[in-house]
Structure formats: structure tokens, C-alpha cells
């Protein structure tokens, strides 16, 4: 075998090749100095994606992020309450759990503003837990790295309940920045 390309070696990584092509590249790429070095490369690439998620996310995709790094804890924030994402032990993403009462909502917004309440992400469609009435979302290190957003945010959730917005609660969320 040659050389495989990378996007043969992508498929490697993402558990898409047959058994016996996973083995003809193995058997190729550990015997290959430049091949071993893009294959390293290219087995980061799940995990990097795997937090290329959303901002707000479900329950269940919570606890996957935190089965692929244990850095990631769910800090639970009431209403008009302040909660902290701690970057500084280098975890990738933090997740704060907004608890709301949901009871009867069809939809649920989240708005993130700044500290003043100038809002800087318009109102995204959320996934919540009706019953648990909560929200996750993921804060990410990889935003406050690139300056892309304040440390010091607040986040307005409103509920659509029979049709109708309402207001469900304000929450703050301080970061710590990466080192
Ligand atoms: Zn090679």
C-alpha cells in the first residue's frame, strides 16, 4: 500500500473502513514515519468535533462531553442567579444548567447579551427538559480563547407556553479564561 490520502485516513479514524482496509493501512501508516505523524494529527479530529457542538444542548449530549473529558462539570444556576465556567484547568467546554420552571412549553429561546443586556447572539431555538425544567448549555473555552465573547455574560431564556413568550429567568455566567 501507499501512502493512503486523508481523507482515507479520516475514515480510518471515524470507524468507516471494512476491517480488512483498516488493516492493509495499519500495516502501512505504523511502519511509515510521515504517515504515523498525519495519522496522530487525524485521530484528534472525533474529539475536536465532538465539541464543535451547539451552544445549548441536550441532557444526554452533556453527559457524552463529559465522558470524553472530565474537566467538564454541570454547574447548576437558578433564576436571577450567577454561575462560573472555569476554563482555567483547561477542559474544553463548561455546562451550566439553567433551571426554569418549562412546564407546558413548546419552545424554548435563549438570548445571550452582555452583562447590560445588549444581546450579542440572537435567540436560538433551545433543546430543555420539561420535566427536570432545565437547560443545558455548553460553554466553550475555544470563544473566550479568540476573544469572541465577553468572560461576563447573561443569558435571557423565554418560554413559548400556548402560543404565548414569556420571560423564564435571567442568568449570569462569569468565565475563567483558559492559561
Ligand atoms: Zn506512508
Known sequence: MSHPSGELLA???LGELSEADALALEEHVFGCGPCTTASARMA??????AFAVPPVITTAEGTRLQALDARVVRTHIAPGARGLADFSGG??????V???????AERV??????RDGTPLIPRVDAPFDADA???????????????ALPLEITL????????ERRQVGTF??????PV
Do not use: S
Open 11 to 13: 475514515a480510518y479514524w
Open 44 to 49: 484528534a479530529l472525533p474529539r475536536a468535533l
Open 91 to 96: 477542559a474544553e467546554a463548561q455546562l451550566m
Open 98 to 104: 439553567l433551571e426554569a420552571d418549562l412546564r407546558g
Open 109 to 114: 429561546e435563549v438570548t445571550l447579551c452582555a
Open 133 to 147: 425544567g432545565t437547560i443545558t448549555v455548553a460553554c466553550r473555552g475555544y470563544y473566550l480563547k479568540n476573544q
Open 156 to 163: 435571557q431564556v423565554e418560554a413559548i407556553v400556548a402560543g
Open 172 to 177: 449570569d455566567i462569569d468565565h475563567i479564561p
